[in-house]
């Protein structure tokens, strides 16, 4: 579903990723560990094009966009925007419209970018507003929802878009702790039901429940890769042995 190749990613003379190679499967749910600083948000923000590669491919579904140095300054703009359409993105902050309603909110994309009408994209918002659980949220606004219905909503939003593939950066990092565990089960219940995903996180407990493949990153290299069992009970890397004994102090 997504194939990255290469990918190098700078800000000014700080290499922040150094030639990433990550295959995500349709149907899996990759999480994406590692120390603060190491990469993983730039990684997951170069599979959307938030952040635009310095040089290496990225593949969505077959579909290729190359960078390097030349190309990157003559990237088609519509070329991304129509492989962006295929990844849903869900941030660490929500970033919902504060002046629209929880419906709106969910409906602009499949409005203004896949070009529903608005009765279509009303039904498809309206059936994720059920599957996130907050039906009966959708005339309020955002500043009358909690933090963690506000993310629900955020998670919604992406799936109105309707993508292949779902990219989630901390999705609980800015939640108070009560309210961690309703995203988390949103998402549980969306791995649960096939949707590929790439998640971001923090939340070792969350990431060994629910990923089929985890990756550790550290200093803008893949260091390790397996399943949920080979990482957290057998790792490899001496890195990443000191990365799950200093979490295991801090609990």
Request: aromatic content about 8%; some cysteine; charged content about 25%.
């Amino acid at each position: 579903m997504i194939r990255v190749t290469g990918i190098k990613k700078s800000f000014h003379k700080n290499e922040v990723l150094k030639g990433i190679t990550l295959h995500i499967n349709k149907g899996e749910v990759v999480v994406i560990i590692g120390p603060s600083g190491s990469g993983k948000s730039t990684l997951l923000r170069t599979m959307n094009f938030l952040e635009i590669p310095d040089e290496g491919d990225i593949f969505i579904d077959n579909n290729q966009i190359h960078f390097d140095k030349k190309s990157k300054k003559r990237r088609n703009d519509a070329e991304i925007c129509n492989v962006r359409t295929e990844t849903g993105m869900v941030f660490q902050n929500f970033n919902l419209f504060p002046h629209m309603t929880v419906l709106n909110n969910v409906i602009a994309g499949p409005v203004n970018v896949r070009k529903y009408e608005k009765e279509r994209a009303t039904e498809i918002g309206r059936s994720f507003l059920s599957k996130v659980g907050l039906s009966e949220k959708e005339y309020s606004y955002p500043n009358e929802l909690s933090g963690g219905q506000q993310q629900r909503v955020a998670i919604a939003r992406a799936l109105a878009m309707e993508p292949k593939v779902i990219l989630f950066d901390e999705p609980t990092s800015a939640l108070d702790p009560e309210l961690v565990g309703e995203v988390l089960t949103v998402i549980k219940r969306l791995a649960d039901e096939g949707m590929t995903m790439v998640i971001v996180t923090h939340e070792m407990d969350f990431a060994k429940g629910v990923g089929d493949r985890i990756v550790f990153m550290d200093d803008g290299y893949i260091m390790e890769t397996g399943s949920p069992e080979e990482v957290f009970n057998n790792p490899k890397s001496d890195r990443l042995r000191q990365f799950l004994y200093r979490l295991t102090e801090k609990g």
